[in-house]
């Protein structure tokens, strides 16, 4: 007799030893996340649109500063660059309560830009490091047969160096992406309204919507599935560019 509600599978999805084959197949869980409190397609355009805004963001700071930092003749441009690398020893858990007091000032909690411009705090150091590395190992002879046919400094930069290190930038979009969408301890600071949550913040809630306050194993699985979705879908498009960026970033 076929089972016609929740709880069997439920009972599959805890069982002790684990059941690895499950005895029939369902979209139920599916349709109740996809309708759970504000809808699956909201917190889905939440999560991507904190994502590619933390890619532009990151994109438009860093690539002028690593250029700076590769080819101009900053006094102390080392010293500044390893200062700026300094962030990444310390554990961005730690700065959340000034930046939430920082952000509630001028009204950025409870805004997906917000998060955004946190999400591009913590991707800033990496990024800096892939791109300042990545200049530098363009050869200095395109720049100056630019600077010989009358190209400035961001003429330079936008027709020399950016084309020579595609594959650093796309390396540095990845790792933006997949943090920006995987994030939850920023975003569970930052927001407090529900249709502003992005998909990570709605799966923790989804976990204990059971009649016990237990965890419902069957959805919090379900949005599991279709978060590691797109994540899959950008690293095997993108493939290519990310494996030759991070070489071109680990040696100068």
């Known amino acids: 007799m076929p089972e016609t509600t929740g709880r069997p599978r439920a009972r599959q999805a805890s069982a002790i030893p ?14 109740r996340l996809w309708s759970y409190q504000a809808g699956l397609p909201t917190y889905l355009g939440n999560s991507f649109t904190t994502a590619f805004l933390t890619i532009a963001f ?5 690539i002028p500063a690593a250029y700076a930092l590769a080819r101009f003749p900053i006094p102390a441009k080392e010293g500044i660059f390893v200062f700026l690398l300094l962030a990444l020893i310390i554990p961005y858990q730690a700065l959340l309560t000034p ?17 955004a411009v946190l999400h591009t705090a913590i991707q800033l150091p990496f990024s800096l490091y892939i791109l300042r590395n990545s200049f530098s190992a363009v050869p200095r002879e395109l720049e100056e047969a630019a600077i010989v046919d009358g190209a400035t400094s961001w003429q330079a ?24 969408w995987n994030e939850f301890l920023g975003a569970l600071v930052m927001m407090s309204r529900s249709s502003k949550f992005t998909l990570p913040l709605i799966l923790a809630t989804s976990r204990t919507e059971t009649s016990l306050g237990g965890t419902d194993w069957g959805m919090l699985q379900a ?21 030759s960026g991070l070489m071109s970033g680990a040696v100068k």
């Open 18 to 31: 684990p059941t690895y084959v499950p005895h029939e197949l369902s979209l139920q869980n599916y349709g």
């Open 58 to 62: 990151t994109l438009a700071l860093t």
């Open 99 to 115: 930046m939430f007091l920082m952000f509630a000032k001028v009204g950025l909690t409870n805004s997906l830009l917000g998060l």
């Open 157 to 180: 930069l936008r027709r020399v160096f950016i084309p020579s290190t595609v594959p650093a930038i796309v390396t540095v979009a990845l790792f933006a992406f997949v943090m920006s």
């Open 223 to 243: 949005g599991i599935t279709i978060s590691i979705i797109p994540c899959v879908l950008v690293y095997l498009l993108l493939q290519r560019y990310y494996v």
